[in-house]
């Protein structure tokens, strides 16, 4: 049953312990992915940053996915409160884009379930897009809004970053299929000789 939002905010229940516990993990998940994005847009480590963005998006992908899973939060305000401006993630998206160069574009389907139509997607829009959300999210959860910071969360994933970092993971599994798979059957040969013959 949905709560009313018409209640006063300071007569409705305060997050359980449950999703205080739910919110401390997801922000602590959101901080990892965005330090881990920032760090591969920075382009200091590019021999990893194909399997570096794979980890990251998986992972925040679980906490997505376990906020899917429950009921609707609902926020203790009756409008969202305003977080301040939006973090500036041009430059992580650029940064993205020029490691990924070559790499960055791939062929996306608009809506898996209701179309076949295809569109362009962009790996460095997408990483960015989900660290934007998150972002948002964690300002929330600093400011001690929990419930409007879960809120937001898991609005989002379902709404947007969901979608986009479910993409972004399936065309760097993609890449690093090939990287590994994609070798001389010689080459493969041999390597498998050796790991059963030491």
Do not use: C
């Amino acid at each position: 049953m949905s709560e009313d939002l018409s209640t006063p905010a300071d007569e409705r229940p305060a997050p359980s312990a449950d999703l205080v516990s739910l919110a401390e993990e997801s922000a602590a998940e959101a901080r990892t992915y965005i330090d881990t994005v920032t760090a591969i847009g920075s382009g200091t480590a590019p021999d990893t940053a194909i399997p570096m963005s794979l980890l990251a998006l998986s992972q925040v992908l679980v906490m997505g996915a376990r906020l899917g899973a429950i009921e609707d939060v609902i926020p203790e305000e009756r409008f969202e409160a305003d977080p301040g401006p939006d973090a500036e993630v041009d430059p992580l998206r650029q940064g993205l884009s020029n490691l990924l160069d070559g790499l960055d574009e791939y062929v996306d389907p608009v809506d898996p379930v209701t179309s076949g139509e295809l569109t362009t997607g962009s790996l460095s829009n997408d990483m960015a897009v989900v660290a934007s959300a998150l972002s948002h999210g964690l300002r929330h959860h600093e400011a001690g809004r929990i419930s409007e910071a879960l809120w937001w969360w898991q609005f989002s994933y379902l709404s947007d970053w969901g979608e986009r970092a479910a993409a972004a993971l399936r065309v760097l599994h993609s890449m690093l299929a090939h990287l590994r798979l994609d070798a001389d059957e010689e080459t493969v040969a041999d390597a498998e000789f050796d790991a059963l013959h030491p």
